[in-house]
């Protein structure tokens, strides 16, 4: 930073001391409190006064610190989350998030205590009659119902820290602040990364002069094409198709078409400006429409990403001579996945070694991405993973890695680059679709055959393309039993932000077609709906794709229990105003979780009694390492306590395959567990050399073996082992498809169901449309930690509330026009439901330990079509395009009353 800078001269108390600092003018107080006195609590996220993440109490009061000047709180009191320590209102606050489960990925959690922090004090004693003023949030909107069988196979003798709903282990870490995420850490010697980003959705690069960039005080390299040299240009999980840096070529606007590093970020976005791109524009290819017409030049060599197709039996023939024939299209809009965290990389290339520090969901996905692209071995590769601000699948894969450290290589020193939310939102998206269902059905109501078609808009790169188009496909055709059926897809390059992974791929998608167009069967044979799917819904050991895992789940017995629980049958909508109506609506889905069964773990139990389990699986938010943590301590029969998670470091943690697919419990979850009774083996041999006895005869539990009345510390046991004090017993596991259970081997490893009812309002005069109760099915076989598995359930379907009411990314002529929280609105605690449930079905029939299997992904998919389907309900209006905002739903209503 230049030193001719004007500055000003802040005094302030925060957290209770004096400090003084100097700032620039345009400095806010985030980054006073971040960049001069370290206070890494305050996160940086939307910089719109939108999130809260920032949030910090300035003489009391919660304001956001991302948008405030720092020179606001000079002579003022400043609160973060680090100042809570030792005071009893905020030690009892962070107490009472972790005994809730009031967080997941804990990246807002500061910010929360202390919006709480500050509720209280305005009304130190809250009550029913007179809340908390939370927005317009006036009480406790969270329900629960209890729901499932009980676990086969075991006895509750035999748990006594799995399906308990314990407080998060890094419940202290998270509600202190003190948890770390990749922009938290610096290396001596980091520089300041900022793109250059292309204005253009599709243009040829005539040049690109840097010259003035490069010279700028400051700078220490300025990354462009030219510059990625000796190393592999391109990168990409189903294809290497994605440029490091644009070259020859820019497919969509916001592409990086060069990167600068500096001394300082300020420094670094100066230098952008000073780069000069000159380009030949093309004819932006934009929609499906647009990409299947071909016309002019195309995004890749063509316009086709992939092609795929499931089929059996003759659909074609059938729907000639069945009963009724009924066709529907749907579409689903492109949709931002908003982590709290945006993508951040800290790079440091040595000409050795590689070490990264990364928001990565798949740490040793990204190890071999960069050890091609730098023509490395994977032992000169280190990635490692520090706490992660939701990822949802945006941050599944490579993203922004080897762009970082082919700038480190170019600069000679570590390199941190952190994406704005406009810039993640230019990074990767959901993909949107164009979906067509024909369904032959006979008189009585039974489903015979399904045509599907959906056409995907992948943008402008192929990402995960591949692997969402197949399951767009194969999740189409939805829960039900057909003799007939082809379901065919085609992924389709278009110049917009490359799609890639989001929380269920393919499965929103297909269920708002499937679910929608079956209530339309209901309506047009005049049958309930719900005994519509009860009647046609897969039952278990069926196939429900060919030559595929059976369906383990029981799909209709829930169903018909939950719909009774919501008052389906017999329902009459409170009385409103003459302009509101209210509808009840349900949906139901299976999605085959694209969960690759490759995982390790070792856990070692130390000379004291405490144990360490190493897993590579990430945490981002869904509380793998508490769930990993129970798994272990139950298996080692010692006390949660004294386990402790190490995960996502490559260097120190043996191979997992990925983070996403809801996998990390049943996979990464087993092979804890085996590895742990790997280690409780040996411990159970050592005691009977002890006893002098067998094995079977020894009793372990709470971290001590006992025999006839004596007992022994697992401490002791270590001891003669090893012959004196120190040593430790390793157990070890490697999940594979050939894992001993046998419930590794087939495709998919679980199916993951979601279903849900919602009762919806909608004001008729505007189009509002408002969930008033919601109730999402989850199916976890076995709840390691209940609580953490409605808190997942929950925040999925809330973000399955998001790109139904509103969520939409918006393309006018190839430029996105709605890149932020203000014009893109993701949901908020006044879009809650008056009424959420979750009911939990556990009957032990996952592949994972006790039977478990994933949930993290079920309870998106059923929302839009459940809400949709009350709208209709309440209104008789179909709308067949989400989201279904106040305009698209006041249109509808009026074409409907013209009908």
């Known amino acids: 930073m230049s030193s001719a800078t004007p500055q000003i001269r802040v005094a302030c108390e925060v957290n209770g001391r004096p400090v003084e600092a100097d700032v ?73 998030f972790a005994q809730h489960a009031a967080f997941q990925c804990g990246f807002c959690t500061p910010g929360l205590l202390l919006t709480a922090k500050a509720l209280l004090d305005a009304a130190p004693a809250p009550s029913a009659e007179e809340p908390v003023p939370l927005h317009w949030l006036q009480e406790d909107r969270r329900g629960r119902l209890s729901g499932g069988g009980k676990q086969r196979g075991m006895s509750a003798r035999e748990f006594s820290v799995v399906g308990q709903a314990v407080p998060r282990v890094d419940a202290e870490e998270k509600t202190s602040g003190r948890a770390k995420y990749t922009t938290d850490l610096a290396l001596p010697g980091t520089a300041y990364a900022k793109l250059a980003l292309s204005p253009l959705p599709h243009a040829r690069i005539v040049s690109i002069d840097a010259s003035r960039a490069r010279a700028f005080p400051g700078v220490y390299a300025v990354l462009t094409a030219a510059e990625l040299t000796g190393m592999e240009t391109h990168y990409g999980s189903d294809r290497k198709d994605r440029p490091i840096v644009a070259m020859n070529k820019v497919r969509f606007e916001g592409e990086p078409i060069a990167a600068v590093a500096a001394v300082d970020p300020a420094t670094a976005e100066a230098a952008v400006e000073l780069i000069e791109a000159e380009y030949e524009a093309l004819p932006p290819v934009i929609g499906l429409e647009a990409a299947l017409a071909a016309n002019g030049e195309p995004v890749q060599e063509s316009n086709v990403c992939h092609r795929y197709e499931v089929a059996w039996g003759d659909a074609a023939g059938a729907m000639a001579e069945c009963d009724h024939v009924f066709e529907d299209t749907f579409t689903f809009p492109m949709v931002y996945h908003y982590a709290m965290e945006p993508h951040a990389v800290i790079a440091d290339y040595q000409p050795d070694r590689l070490s990264v520090w990364s928001s990565a969901q798949h740490p040793f996905l990204v190890r071999a991405e960069l050890a091609r692209v730098f023509r490395k071995r994977l032992d000169q590769v280190r990635v490692v993973v520090p706490y992660v601000g939701g990822g949802y699948g945006s941050k599944s894969y490579t993203k922004i890695e080897p762009l970082a450290a082919a700038l480190s290589r170019l600069a000679g020193r570590p390199v941190r680059l952190a994406l704005s939310v406009e810039e993640a939102m230019k990074t990767v998206r959901r993909h949107a679709t164009r979906a067509t269902i024909r369904t032959s059905v006979r008189a009585d109501g039974v489903f015979v055959a399904r045509e599907c078609r959906v056409e995907l808009d992948t943008g402008a790169y192929t990402d995960n393309g591949v692997r969402v188009t197949e399951r767009a496909a194969d999740r189409l055709p939805g829960p039900y039993r057909f003799e007939h059926l082809r379901s065919e897809a085609v992924g389709l390059f278009t110049n917009t932000t490359p799609a890639g992974s989001f929380r269920s791929i393919g499965g929103p998608q297909g269920a708002w077609a499937c679910e929608s167009h079956t209530d339309n069967i209901a309506h047009a044979l005049g049958v309930d709906p719900l005994e519509l799917r009860l009647k046609n819904l897969a039952r278990p050991g069926e196939e429900l794709l060919r030559g595929r895992r059976r369906l383990e789940a029981d799909l209709a017995a829930p169903l018909a229990e939950v719909a009774r629980g919501f008052g389906w049958h017999g329902y009459k909508p409170a009385p409103t105003a003459p302009h509101i109506k209210r509808g009840i609506g349900m949906a139901c889905a299976v999605a085959n979780a694209g969960a690759s069964p490759i995982s390790g773990a070792f856990v070692r139990l130390h000379a004291d009694g405490s144990a360490t389990a190493h897993v590579g699986t990430t945490e981002i938010g869904q509380g793998s390492r508490s769930a990993l943590a ?71 539990s709470e971290g001590s073996a006992s025999f006839e009345g004596e007992s022994v510390s697992y401490g002791t046991l270590i001891g003669q082992v090893f012959g004196g004090a120190g040593g430790e017993i390793v157990g070890r596991s490697a999940i594979t498809p050939n894992h001993p259970s046998g419930k590794l081997a087939e495709d998919p490893v679980f199916w993951e169901v979601s279903m849900g009812f919602a009762e919806v309002e909608v004001d008729t005069e505007t189009g509002r449309v408002r969930v008033l109760r919601y109730t999402s099915v989850a199916d976890p076989g076995k709840a390691i930690n209940p609580a953490q598995v409605e808190g997942q359930d929950e925040g999925a379907a809330m973000q399955g509330v998001g790109h139904t009411l509103f969520e939409e990314m918006r393309y006018e002529e190839g430029q996105l026009m709605n890149p932020n929280l203000i014009d893109y609105r993701v949901p908020t605690f006044g879009d809650l439901p008056d009424e959420f449930h979750t009911v939990l079905l556990e009957r032990g029939d996952g592949p994972g330990p006790y039977g478990a299997k994933g949930v993290g992904e079920g309870g998106i998919v059923a929302v839009a079509p459940a809400v949709a389907n009350a709208l209709f309900n309440a209104t008789g209006a179909r709308i067949r395009d989400l989201p279904l905002t106040p305009e698209r739903v006041w249109r509808a209503l009026r074409e409907a009353a013209d009908a």
């Open 630 to 700: 129970q798994i272990a301590a139950e298996e080692l029969r010692l006390p949660l306590g004294s386990v402790r998670v190490i995960a996502s470091d490559t260097d120190a943690v043996p191979y997992d395959r990925s983070t996403g697919a809801s996998r990390s419990t049943t996979l990464a979850g087993l092979a804890v567990h085996d590895a742990a009774a790997d280690a409780r083996g040996q411990v159970a041999d050592a005691a009977a050399r002890y006893f002098e006895t067998f094995a079977e005869q020894v009793t372990l």
């Open 24 to 96: 620039e003018p345009r400095a806010f107080l985030m980054d006073l409190l971040r960049g001069e006195f370290g206070l890494t609590s305050v996160k940086r996220s939307c910089d719109m006064q939108v999130c809260g993440a920032c949030a910090v109490l300035l003489d009391g009061q919660p304001v956001s610190s991302c948008t405030l000047p720092a020179f606001e709180a000079r002579g003022r009191s400043v609160l973060t989350a680090e100042g809570l320590a030792g005071e009893p209102q905020g030690e009892a606050l962070a107490r009472a």
